[in-house]
């Protein structure tokens, strides 16, 4: 679900946001607006004129705030509206931010001149994301009903059924282990950050001719853009503009990833030049990404090594020839990456993956779990899992019992490229005026449609390089990646493999990067049981101490 301007208010307590007009202020900023674009700069990319902040353009608004401790704050905060981020937009709506700047903190004056930007998307399913009817922080959303891609006779029950490829909930679609809404902006507003919100173009979005002109790489496109705006506007812009943290969920965190990792890739260049991005860099300091969708030329493969034996919600099993030929194309892949384990695991592989999640992760989240709950509650929730052994304070388990334990998996085979185009990734890789297109050799072998070609389309590998975050990690590493990552998922969450959060963790780790990389225990898509740490992460990485003098 995308959280909107109403729905937010849940984030923090259902306690509303209340707003004041600032004597003096202009209300929405106009100045970031699309204008007559100049000589270009170094790179070809827009003048300096059309996108300068504008600092006097914002109203003063006050809102109370729960952090993540459950304590309650009040803070003022100057709100800046709906900025056109690129001088060429294709879309305003689309295309533009909101910054959110704190000036008091439960009446302390505040100081955010060199504080971190928290850069938060609430991009979900791959769905376009505004900003633009936001009355505050925290205010972004995914517009649109998630849906799939061309409707076919030939779809199956199970395909429908089975959800279409992609999730609803986004980057401000967190809940917390107690079922609460969790807000990134607004705690992060209320630690004294600088709050961005980016608006992006997303895959279902069609002008008058029929044509999807959100579908990849729009979206990557959009938030580097973005990014661009903020660094380009160093000293009008508050906040530490060498100091940007991305966040993101599912589809968003999967945007988070690649954010980090293909800071400054030239590969984006012709895309950034085509809509009048700023003349400046894309790189971002760290990356926060829960449950990402990514790494989705494989997604099919690592699914049904992962869930292939765990039977759908009807309690049937998919293909299992289907289930079986991916899962062997999985086993090439991991064996191309050379990816190496935390904890000096060794390399991994299809073989010993399984061993991998349940040390590294799976044991230590469920050992984490049941020692923050009191005797009588642990006695009880072991009672009714026996396949867990609780020995010496820690959690110990097999492979097959964990995947007993999860259930029924949430998707059909395939579960990305589907035979009859019907997911949302189909639709992410339309183009045109054709909605969904294949993107692997198998799912085009296998097509039931009848409306594809024989082979994947010869723009397709170079479209699947700009939206995977892998190939920046590995193949040849980028000198310009970020060098800090959070990585989150729950281990309920059977949107996509286990394996693509941790390949990406062990890609960066084998990488001298700071990696924080943990699953919560019995917990689904969409999980954020920690926000708090986070938000102290992004802290203690920054070296930012919030500067409060008497108000």
Known sequence: MGIGAAAGVAAVGGIALTAKASSG????????????????GSSGL????A??????????????????????????????KAITYVAKPVDEKYQSLNVSVPVKIDGTAVDATRAPILFANSVGGYMPSSVADATGVGGGGMTGMPGGGAPSASASPSTSASASGEVASGGNGMVNAQGAMVSLPKLALAAGYVVVEPGARGRTLKNSAGEYYGVAPAAIVDLKAAVRYVRFNKG????????????GTSAGGALSSLLGASGDSPLYDKYLKEIGAADASDAIFAT??????????????????????????????????VSKELGSQFAEYQASLKLRGLGGFGTLTARNYDEYLVKQYLEPSATTYLAALSNADRESYLASHTFITWSGGKAAFSWADFLTHVGARKKAAPS?????LSTGENNLFGLGTTQARHFTAYGVKND?????SKRVASDIPDTLRLMNPMPFLVAKPNP????????????????????????????????????????????????NSDPGDFIEWIARISGHQTERAAG
Request: aromatic residues 10%.
């Open 25 to 40: 202020s202009s209300g929405t900023s106009a100045s970031g607006s699309a204008g007559s674009s100049g000589p270009s």
């Open 46 to 49: 827009s003048s300096a004129g």
């Open 51 to 80: 996108l300068v902040f504008d600092e006097d353009a914002y109203s003063t608004l006050t809102t109370a705030i729960t952090d993540a401790d459950g304590a309650e704050h009040e803070v003022e905060y100057r709100f800046y």
């Open 236 to 247: 009008r812009i508050p906040g530490n503009v060498d100091r940007i943290v991305s966040s």
């Open 288 to 321: 926060g990404a829960w449950c990402p969708i990514t790494d989705l030329e494989h997604a099919d493969d690592a699914y049904e090594w992962n869930w292939g034996s765990n039977a759908t919600s009807s309690g049937s099993k998919v293909d299992q020839r």
């Open 416 to 420: 990305f490229d589907a035979f009859d």
């Open 448 to 452: 039931t449609t009848g409306l594809s």
């Open 480 to 527: 310009h990646r970020t060098k800090h990552w959070w990585i989150r998922l729950g281990t309920k969450d059977s949107d996509t493999s286990h394996t693509v959060s941790a390949n990406l963790a062990a890609a960066a780790h084998t990488l001298g990067d700071d990696v924080s990389h943990l699953y919560y225990w019995d917990e689904g898509h969409g999980a």
